[in-house]
């Protein structure tokens, strides 16, 4: 058996000083942490734009230097955080039910390292004994390390540049490691997570690599027979692809984010001198040349060489050696054939010869350590040209969440690990969008309420005040469980408002009376009557001294009953006293055309709502216009008094976000001339830190739509976009309409083409002023779906567990759930 060995004396790194890893043999190697694009968010000119940018910044890079590029992929799981103060009720059943989602946690590491020119292998002739100095002249003299720090630096700037990678130089404590955490070497020697602390675990590499409960299997792409025949920046996803649309992801994404397993990818570039590599081919090829007429095997190597000048010197291709491998591990033997399965099939993909390395993974492996990257065995490289070696690097990373404060929490498409995503603040700061106007289109059943429920839910929890204009009762469950105000209409309890209360913190302004005097030459006059300039000043007046007889006599309560008695006494003694003649005002018409919204009048209960009353503190309000949208008189009384209410919200709440959003009542509201105040409002919210949603299910409605097509869409730099199956054939309308690219329309086509299904939800696209687009999940716990579902025996369900518990909706849905998840657990 053999005895084990200290692995500090044969730790090749000696040490680590000045954000540098210096090797034994003198060897230099910077490391970073690499930010890559997110999985299935790049386009085929996007991928190609990478790829030209990683062949640029390689070749900055001096001879006799290596590219290791390093890629950790650890199966993790969600952590749910309760602690957070003011966490609400589904806030709180949302971290419980993502808590444990397993995902792929994806760090990316990009070591640099330069060799001493003069470093060779030790032999009998070539010994430490003969060199005047035992350490290399770059290690000694300050001009090399910063003539190779500029190379690096020009290096990160050309990746940078590109707009798709960020890179972050790793510092001493991040290598090295102290004494709560983990350093990068340390991890890399033991196999830990990002952030762990220090645990000293056996390293097994005889019989296979085991490092402490860990069963590793390196499979290499180390020779060129083994290696596809084409390779490019981009590989067609076909589980994503359409018959209209190619779906795209990195050549070498089947190796990283797409291979659920715990992996380490390694991608090495040599750089050698390449004038010396090409004499060195030459005389290869010579030599072949003379062997030729030997064997067939001579001539094809001939052939082949020669064909590889030709293309290095006519095509000025720079000749790299280059050797990529997988590291995976399991921490169950048994699982070590599904490994093998799925590292193999990976390999397929790319129409490579996957190799199961054994004998010479001991040495693969130690060289992979960061710093050793020098002492790489050159039989297991090959050699190719730059330009197909960087095809084989991994371009992509997993979701990332943003940082704002504000947003919705959506799903990973690939895992469906939460994500927090602001689709309103960060991207007007970072210069993406102009606007937080969003337009949402998702025919019957995409789960477009769903969404949209779970939109302005995420924006009520986070202070926002929220008017929700609805015609099918698809926010009730919501409006009820945040204790809102719902309008709707029923014969037994018709919809009532009092425009003439003015609650705590309002004012009667000037546009306080201009919204009054609105209404009540909207229910004075008809559309096609006018008003003189006599009847408008009348009625300025008739409200002024209104209000002013308010304050004189408190007991009468503000609403319209009490303005009409005080027009018909007070107000025609007024205009008696003042010579007002009938000509200019007719009092008597006013009286009689206005009387049916008195007291017992037809519509007396429209105005003197007594209850629901501070419309401008209430931070959610929900207008359902289903049954009265074609109502002549209700209707257009409703679309002045939503209007009012926003208006008022947007011009009074200072810093507070303000959110309308209209669901399928737009389309008889602009039928009711209110086209125009649309237009104003998606152009003008953006100045008062508010924002329009309208939501449509018709793409016949945005074609022949005059308000969607030149006030909505121009005016919405967000869109939002459900499963558009149905309308695959004739998407190019939507497409032209919309304005988005074809990176755009693949990913909308994509929705939903290939859910996991043993999971419940729907996917959502969204494009960020047309350059920012992603796909997500919108997956909700059990308690948020029974608060946004609209199916109806689900709803009367809901409520009858409400009632059950006093009408505390919180109870019953906690209640409802509790029992589902049992039944389902028993099934």
């Excluded at 000509?583 to 055309?593: A, E, L, P, S």
Aim: aromatic share 10%.
């Amino acid at each position: 058996m053999a005895q084990p060995i200290d692995l500090e004396k044969l730790l090749p790194v000696y040490k680590v000083e000045h954000g540098a890893i210096l090797s034994r043999q003198g060897d230099i190697t910077l490391a970073y942490e690499a930010t890559l694009p997110e999985l299935f968010t790049l386009s085929d000119a996007e991928y190609e734009a990478l790829h030209q940018a990683f062949i640029k910044a390689i070749r900055l890079l001096p001879a006799f230097s290596v590219f290791h590029k390093q890629d950790w992929f650890l199966e993790t799981t969600y952590r749910a955080d309760l602690s957070k103060e003011g966490q609400s009720f589904l806030s709180q059943a949302s971290e419980r039910f993502f808590h444990g989602r397993p995902y792929l946690d994806h760090r990316c590491y990009i070591f640099l390292t330069k060799k001493p020119g003069e470093r060779r292998t030790a032999t009998s002739l070539v010994s430490n004994l003969l060199r005047r100095s035992l350490a290399p002249a770059q290690t000694l003299q300050p001009l090399l390390y910063q003539e190779f720090l500029d190379q690096a630096g020009q290096f990160e700037r050309v990746l940078r540049d590109s707009g798709f990678v960020t890179l972050r130089r790793l510092g001493d404590a991040e290598l090295a490691g102290t004494v709560k955490k983990a350093g990068l070497l340390e991890r890399y020697c033991c196999l830990l997570p990002e952030g762990a602390p220090p645990l000293l675990q056996d390293l097994h590499l005889q019989e296979g690599i085991r490092i402490g409960p860990k069963h590793c299997q390196l499979f290499t792409l180390a020779d060129a027979a083994h290696l596809p025949s084409l390779c490019g920046p981009r590989i067609t996803y076909d589980r994503y692809s359409t018959d209209r649309t190619r779906f795209s992801t990195g050549f070498a994404a089947p190796l990283g984010q797409l291979l659920p397993c715990n992996h380490l990818y390694n991608q090495y570039i040599f750089l050698e001198d390449a004038t010396r590599t090409l004499k060195r081919l030459e005389s290869k090829r010579l030599r072949l040349q003379s062997l030729s007429a030997y064997s067939r095997e001579n001539a094809l190597a001939r052939d082949a060489t020669h064909q590889f000048l030709q293309e290095a010197i006519g095509r000025q291709r720079l000749p790299v050696k280059a050797h990529f491998n997988v590291l995976a591990w399991t921490e169950q033997p048994e699982r070590q054939k599904e490994l093998r399965t799925l590292v193999s099939s990976a390999m397929a993909q790319l129409d490579a010869t996957p190799k199961l390395e054994t004998d010479g993974a001991p040495q693969l492996f130690w060289a992979g350590l960061p710093g050793n990257e020098a002492d790489f065995p050159v039989n297991e490289t090959f050699d190719t040209f730059l330009e197909q070696a960087c095809c084989f690097l991994s371009l992509e990373t997993g979701s990332r969440s943003s940082d704002s404060s504000v947003g919705i929490r959506l799903g990973d498409r690939l895992t469906g690990k939460p994500v927090h995503v602001d689709i309103s603040d960060e991207p007007i700061r970072q210069g993406i969008c102009t606007n937080r106007n969003k337009f949402i289109l998702g025919p019957s059943g995409s789960g477009k309420s769903f969404f949209t429920n779970h939109l302005v839910r995420s924006y009520h929890e986070q202070g926002s005040h929220i008017v929700l204009v609805d015609v099918g009762h698809s926010y009730k469950g919501l409006c009820e469980l945040v204790g809102g105000y719902y309008f709707t209409y029923r014969e037994d309890k018709p919809i009532r408002f009092n425009p003439f209360y003015i609650g705590k913190g309002d004012s009667l302004d000037t546009e306080k009376k201009e919204s009054i005097k609105t209404l009540l030459l909207a229910l004075w006059k008809k559309d096609s009557e006018t008003f003189s300039r006599a009847e408008y000043v009348a009625l300025s007046n008739a409200l002024d001294l209104y209000f002013r007889h308010l304050q004189e006599h408190p007991q009468l309560f503000p609403c319209f009953d009490s303005f009409y008695e005080f027009v018909c006494t007070v107000f025609s003694e007024k205009l008696q006293e003042d010579g007002v003649k009938e000509k200019d005002f007719d009092i008597g018409n006013f009286r009689y055309v206005l009387r049916p919204y008195y007291r017992d009048g037809e519509f007396g209960y429209l105005l003197n709502a007594r209850e629901n009353l501070d419309l401008l503190a209430e931070r959610f309000i929900v207008f359902e216009l289903d049954t009265i949208k074609d109502h002549p008189i209700l209707f257009p009384v409703v679309t002045i008094i939503i209007m009012e209410v926003f208006i008022s919200k947007m011009r009074k709440l200072k810093g507070i976000r303000k959110v309308i959003l209209i669901e399928e009542a737009w389309k008889a509201i602009a039928r009711e001339g209110m086209a125009e105040y649309i237009k104003y409002l998606f152009k003008t919210v953006r100045k008062f830190y508010g924002e329009a949603i309208v939501v449509t299910q018709e793409v016949e409605d945005i074609i022949s739509s005059p308000v969607v097509k030149q006030a909505i869409i121009n005016n919405s730099d967000c869109k939002i976009l459900l499963d558009q199956g149905k309308y695959l054939h004739k998407f190019d309308d939507i497409q032209q309409l919309l304005g988005l690219t074809e990176k755009e329309k693949a990913l909308v086509l994509s929705v939903n083409k290939a859910n996991d299904p043993g999971k419940k939800y729907k996917e959502v696209f969204i494009s960020l002023g047309g350059t920012r687009s992603r796909v997500y999940r919108t997956e909700v716990s059990l308690e948020e779906y029974l608060t946004y579902t609209t199916e109806e025996t689900e709803k009367v369900k809901v409520q009858a567990y409400a009632e059950k518990y006093g009408g505390d909706r919180r109870r019953g849905i906690a209640q409802l759930a509790r029992e589902m998840r049992k039944e389902q657990n028993e099934i």
